[in-house]
């Protein structure tokens, strides 16, 4: 198997973790954390596939990929009510399978040839938008949209350093180190220490004629 069929079935594996966990805080039945599961798990990879025009979708290549989503559905559906804190775990989970998807979409780019900017945009495609397609159908507050925290930013800055690892680092798997692991360090940072951007705030106001 590929270095970019290995990241894409160990990304599909951890977000239907995170997609399965939500399911459980919705209380869905069996079929709903497959439905969930899967669609968190195959969700950025098939929009990154459909944007690059890469034929089969990487999910219908390797069918694989599903089965290993609905294993992980049905994994939490038998093990989640044993969580303490199922939230913190979906926190903690969606950040790793972010930083392994970004190194996928950054790799399936690579592969096809495409301009660094393209790259950096598969990158931040595949690694955010399983998970927003999981909260949006599930009514929850998507983690990407969570105000003052890296997210977006974490999936840009670990593109970036793939595209600029192999400048400092001649081996093919320094991108992929490289991207996840400065993914996850900026989100891991932004989940304990609260690192973030400034947010807009709008300020009130001057009395009298404007």
């Not at 596939?49 to 034929?55: T, Y």
């Not at 399978?97 to 996928?104: E, Q």
């Not at 180190?177 to 989100?187: G, H, N, Q, V």
Request: include cysteine; glycine fraction near 10%; aromatic fraction near 8%.
């Amino acid at each position: 198997m590929s270095v970019l069929g290995i990241l894409d079935l160990s990304a599909v594996f951890v977000f239907a973790l995170t997609g399965a966990l939500v399911a459980s805080r919705a209380q869905l039945d069996i079929i709903g954390f497959l439905f969930i599961g899967c669609l968190t798990a195959v969700g950025g990879g098939t929009v990154r596939d459909l944007l690059l025009d890469r034929n089969p979708v990487f999910w219908i290549e390797a069918p694989s990929n599903i089965a290993v989503a609905c294993v992980a559905a049905i994994l939490v559906f038998l093990t989640a009510h044993l969580l303490e804190s199922r939230y913190k775990v979906i926190v903690w989970l969606d950040a790793l399978a972010l930083s392994i998807a970004v190194s996928a979409g950054v790799a399936a780019a690579q592969a096809m040839g495409q301009a660094p900017a393209i790259t950096l945009i598969m990158g931040v495609v595949t690694g955010c938008m399983g998970g927003l397609m999981r909260d949006v159908v599930c009514n929850e507050v998507p983690l990407i949209l969570i105000r003052g925290e890296l997210y977006v930013t974490a999936a840009f800055a670990g593109a970036a350093a793939a595209i600029l690892a192999p400048v400092f680092l001649p081996s093919p798997l320094a991108p992929v180190i490289a991207c996840a692991a400065l993914t996850f360090l900026l989100r891991a940072g932004s989940i304990l220490f609260g690192w973030g951007l400034p947010v807009y705030r709008p300020r009130p106001p001057k009395d009298g004629p404007q």
